[in-house]
């Protein structure tokens, strides 16, 4: 038991100098509140995540499943943790939730590494545009506690968002860190792949390939054929795709 005499005096507890710690509890948003907040993260996340997409990734590989992908995936994120992080379960179950999906599906066919890294900014986004505070309480003092869009929130949060665009561009429009290509290339003359031999083979594959090489590798051969593998690396041309020419068997191309 705590006797008044064991509080000190220079402690006022005053109900005037204490937060009323219920009344704090009990400030709720209302519909318009709601919908304004889910309005702001939403689109937000859909423009930010457009942009990465379609100025950054699509131009350089073409792919519209994975444009379609990226899009539907970070909208879908985003209402997940929306929703999630103001209920009971927690933003961990929804963070699990896509780790399942993600072990589930993607594991079924090989997802080149650039796919991989967006995959992982969009959802870095979704999450910052999901969990990030956007409002917070006045009136705590008082008896009337409210929330109130702050706008301290939201220009950090478009800040967070303006870094995340800046940084793939820059790297994206970096001249040394242009897109690489590889084939890997069956090749029938086998009398060119000495060392002794190599540029004349390399002027050979870049005749019948048509690409400016700018290394190969010579990997197996095989004398009773007469053949021998070769992989090549070259800089595709802007917007030409680079996925198929790792494929070395007709049903990965099928499936």
Not at 85 to 91: I, L, M, Q, Y
Not at 157 to 164: G, K, Q, T
Not at 191 to 214: H, N, S, Y
Request: net charge negative; glycine share 6%; with cysteine.
């Amino acid at each position: 038991m705590i006797l008044q005499t064991d509080i000190p005096a220079a402690l006022d507890l005053t109900d005037d100098n204490l937060i009323n710690v219920q009344t704090i509890t009990d400030a709720m948003m209302t519909t318009s509140q709601s919908l304004t907040e889910l309005g702001i993260r939403f689109f937000l996340n859909l423009l930010v995540c457009w942009i990465l997409v379609r100025c950054f990734y699509f131009p350089k590989s073409r792919r519209r499943d994975y444009y379609f992908t990226f899009m539907v995936f970070s909208s879908a994120m985003l209402l997940l943790l929306f929703m999630m992080g103001n209920a009971e379960v927690g933003v961990g179950l929804t963070l699990g939730l896509f780790a399942i999906f993600g072990v589930i599906r993607y594991r079924t066919e090989t997802v080149p590494i650039r796919e991989m890294t967006y995959l992982f900014i969009i959802i870095a986004v979704a999450a910052v545009n999901g969990l990030s505070p956007l409002y917070k309480i006045e009136g705590i003092t008082t008896d009337s506690p409210h929330y109130q869009l702050s706008t301290g929130h939201l220009a950090v949060l478009l800040v967070s968002n303006l870094l995340a665009v800046a940084l793939v561009g820059i790297l994206e429009s970096s001249k040394a860190l242009k897109q690489t290509a590889t084939r890997l290339i069956l090749y029938d003359r086998i009398d060119l792949i000495v060392p002794e031999k190599r540029e004349l083979l390399k002027a050979d594959l870049e005749q019948r390939v048509g690409v400016a090489i700018d290394k190969l590798e010579i990997g197996h051969v095989d004398f009773l054929r007469d053949a021998a593998f070769i992989k090549i690396y070259y800089n595709p041309a802007a917007g030409e795709p680079a996925t198929i020419g790792e494929l070395t068997r007709a049903k990965d191309f099928t499936e």
